[in-house]
């Protein structure tokens, strides 16, 4: 069975754009949640989707937003990406939306901001 | 609110070496625990995970206990092996409130030598 995937793998950016990325859950996951891994640190949670609605999110400013799909899918989206922004970005998902839910992670997309 | 504070690494050990990554939380109630490993390149892998206090997670010859008293959840090896460098996370997601935001702490580096 496919893990969960996520496109692309890598990006290259300049302050000012835009950016979306992909994320496609394990078959049969219904919640998907975004995190920023900056070099040297630990996961920041972003966003949780679970059932196509938000159900947390994390202390990003609303540049940062997201959206699942009815076939579980998600995007993050960035506006006006700053220096800062440059990360790995993970997408995890997880069959139920409670902590008892192993959640299981992508490979993450690298966005470089230049 | 919630966070996770891990030993700093790197931590470098020589094959057959005991391991202890040291990991205490602050939170409200009792969150359930996890580790976390992620190995070059790729995104975080589920370790083990306790979700009440005195509960032991294990996997792979690695054991982790959620000690209340402590607020500490450290994770223990007998002997590392080469394949177990990586960094590992510990994490917490509590299970008041309705919301399953998780914390991650900073991650620490394990260098195993032959």
């Known amino acids: 069975d496919a893990g969960v995937t996520q496109s692309p793998t890598h990006l290259i950016k300049t302050r000012g754009q835009h950016v979306t990325l992909r994320c496609s859950p394990i078959?049969?996951?219904?919640?998907v949640s975004w995190y920023q891994q900056v070099l040297g640190q630990g996961p920041q949670f972003i966003f949780q989707?679970?059932?196509?609605?938000?159900?947390g999110r994390g202390n990003f400013p609303d540049r940062f937003s997201a959206r699942q799909f009815p076939n579980y899918s998600s995007e993050l989206n960035v506006n006006a990406l700053l220096l800062g922004d440059s990360a790995l970005y993970l997408c995890a998902s997880s069959f139920g939306q409670s902590s008892y839910n192993e959640q299981f992670f992508g490979p993450g997309t690298r966005l470089t901001v230049l | 609110g919630n966070s996770v504070t891990q030993m700093e690494g790197p931590v470098t050990l020589s094959e057959e070496a005991f391991l202890t990554i040291n990991c205490t939380y602050t939170a409200t109630g009792y969150p359930s625990l996890f580790w976390y490993v992620q190995y070059p390149g790729e995104g975080l892998q589920l370790l083990l995970k306790?979700?009440?206090?005195?509960d032991k997670g294990s996997n792979k010859g690695f054991e982790a206990t959620y000690r209340k008293e402590t607020t500490s959840f450290h994770l223990e090896k007998g002997s590392v092996q080469v394949s177990d460098s990586a960094v590992y996370f510990c994490?917490?997601?509590?299970?008041?409130?309705?919301?399953?935001?998780?914390?991650f702490g900073r991650g620490t580096s394990l260098i195993v030598h032959p």
């Open positions: 994490a917490l997601i509590p299970l008041s409130g309705g919301s399953y935001i998780p914390t």
């Open positions: 306790a979700t009440k206090a005195d």
């Open positions: 989707y679970y059932e196509k609605e938000e159900r």
């Open positions: 078959s049969g996951h219904k919640s």
